[in-house]
């Protein structure tokens, strides 16, 4: 009987190794996937958002109106109202009466609902008395689609020189230069900076507000009030010679006030809830 050869190492098959999960690794494919996808959407997202404001700034519609309002006496009390837009009043000592220039711009995904949403905009120049009022705003009564896009109604009015101003706006700059003030200045503004240069006082309460924006006033040296100015958030600079000063400062808000001028009777406040604040004569 011949000898059977036996190998001194016996082969012993290895246990299998478990075979990974079909749900794990669909798992990992899926989150791979959406990684993937999240980052295409939002170049996508941000590419489309970029198209879409592209479309819609080159579809602008303007319009441009002039008005005139003839003054009936000394007294001119010049009332602004603006949804969104700048306003700049220029005082003239030549002017007999108001010049008014509106420019109407809307935007729009067609031309065509930007031309609708300019015909939304409502606008008025009138005169009731000594008041003379500018205002503009638009209709909502527009649908949705007409609302994609923006609209605005930038306001360039020309006045006498002496005069009371009340402007009150959304969203805008306010500009008001070259003029004495009488009794009145009222100025406020959501968002928006304010610009202003002329004469205040000897008489009047004044104000200028504004949620958020910087305030920029230069007096004439013959101006005169109590001045009391305050941001919430933003430094506060008075270039002024001040009687009575006082500086107050806590963390962030800064307040100003003090008398300028001889004897003031008229009182001058300025807020910012965000915004710097500067005056200088």
Not at 44 to 59: E, F, R, S
Not at 156 to 182: H, K, Q, Y
Not at 216 to 224: A, I, L, N, P, W
Request: glycine share 8%.
């Amino acid at each position: 009987m011949s000898d059977v050869y036996e190998p001194k190492v016996k082969y012993v098959p290895s246990e299998p190794k478990p075979r990974q999960s079909g749900f794990l690794r669909g798992c990992l494919l899926l989150g791979c996937a959406a990684m993937f996808l999240c980052c295409f959407s939002a170049f996508g997202l941000g590419a489309g958002v970029a198209a879409l404001g592209a479309t819609v700034d080159a579809n602008e519609q303007k319009a441009v109106k002039n008005e005139r309002l003839v003054i009936s006496s000394d007294e001119v009390n010049l009332v602004v109202e603006n949804y969104v837009g700048k306003v700049k009043i220029s005082g003239s000592r030549s002017a007999e009466d108001i010049q008014v220039t509106l420019e109407l711009k809307a935007t729009g995904m067609t031309e065509d609902r930007a031309r609708t949403r300019l015909d939304s905009i409502r606008y008025e120049v009138e005169r009731d008395g000594d008041t003379y009022r500018v205002w503009a705003r638009e209709d909502e009564d527009t649908g949705f689609w007409d609302k994609i896009g923006n609209s605005s109604v930038d306001m360039t009015i020309t006045v006498p020189e002496e005069l009371n101003i009340t402007v009150t706006s959304n969203v805008g700059e306010i500009d008001i230069n070259n003029v004495i003030i009488r009794d009145k200045l009222d100025v406020t503004t959501e968002v928006g900076g304010v610009k202003f240069s002329g004469q205040i006082g000897p008489e009047g309460d004044h104000s200028i507000t504004t949620n958020v924006g910087a305030v920029k006033v230069r007096v004439t040296r013959d101006s005169s009030f109590r001045l009391d100015a305050k941001s919430n958030v933003g430094d506060v600079n008075a270039d002024l010679d001040l009687n009575n000063e006082q500086n107050s400062q806590e963390v962030v808000s800064r307040q100003v006030s003090g008398d300028y001028g001889n004897d003031p009777e008229a009182t001058l406040t300025i807020i910012s809830d965000v915004g710097e604040i500067e005056i200088r004569d």
